[in-house]
């Protein structure tokens, strides 16, 4: 038999527990964007930073790839295109890919409201798409920006290629990508920083040296 408490007549010290619980579960997504050259390390920094830290990494570019091979997806084929010429994907596809993914990873644990946005916003049609879809919905923290020069993104991406599989590490693709990063991506991140939200970050370094830097940013941050 089912016995139910008596909820009616509690207290508010009674009630406060559940009510601070309760909060919790509603939290909003609390967002850090990562972002950078292509291979100037922003997924290989998520993925250590989701080892030492409670975020969820979702990679714009991996939920791309990931819809582009689903069967049955209505964008596979334009989404093929747009990543192999180093073009930036309508923002409706990508943001819904985005917004389903962080409320999934929600719906699983509600603990789980702090994300690593990694590639994304690349361009004004990005940032107006999120702000947009977003808007009162989750809370842009800061920007990790992963700053390197184009000679060093150019060598780690075709050192990449060798084994990625991707069909966009080879200097053809390359070299339209890193046109896209200066000519749309850095004006977003030039945005943030008028906001003085960004942290910059010497990503030419070694992977643990670089970390090192991110952590002391995190710290600083939370
Ligand atoms: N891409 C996109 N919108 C995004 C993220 C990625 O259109 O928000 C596409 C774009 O063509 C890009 C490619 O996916 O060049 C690869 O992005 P990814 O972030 O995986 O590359 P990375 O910067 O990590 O090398
Ligand atoms: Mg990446």
């Not at 030039?190 to 003085?196: A, C, N």
């Amino acid at each position: 038999m089912l016995v139910r408490e008596p909820r009616a007549q509690e207290g508010l010290s009674e009630k406060l527990p559940r009510v601070v619980h309760r909060l919790s579960v509603i939290m909003k997504p609390q967002v850090v964007f990562v972002l950078g050259g292509p291979g100037a390390g922003k997924g290989t920094q998520c993925a250590k930073i989701v080892e030492n830290y409670s975020y969820t990494h979702l990679s714009a570019g991996d939920l791309l790839r990931e819809e582009r091979s689903r069967t049955g997806s209505e964008f596979g084929q334009l989404i093929d295109t747009y990543i192999k010429e180093g073009k930036i994907v309508p923002v409706e596809i990508t943001i819904n890919l985005l917004k389903k993914a962080m409320e999934e990873t929600m719906k699983v644990d509600e603990k789980k409201f702090r994300f690593l946005i990694d590639g994304f916003p690349r361009n004004q049609d990005n940032l107006q798409g999120w702000n947009t879809v977003m808007d009162g919905k989750a809370d842009v923290k800061f920007v990790l920006f992963f700053d390197c020069s184009n000679e060093v993104c150019i060598d780690r991406c075709l050192e990449r290629g060798k084994s990625s599989g991707r069909t966009d590490d080879n200097r053809a693709s390359l070299e339209k990508r890193i046109q896209t990063y200066l000519q749309s991506t850095r004006p977003i991140i030039e945005q943030y920083e008028k906001q003085g939200k960004v942290h910059k970050i010497d990503a030419s370094r070694s992977v643990d040296e670089v970390f090192a830097d991110v952590k002391n940013i995190l710290e600083k941050e939370s």
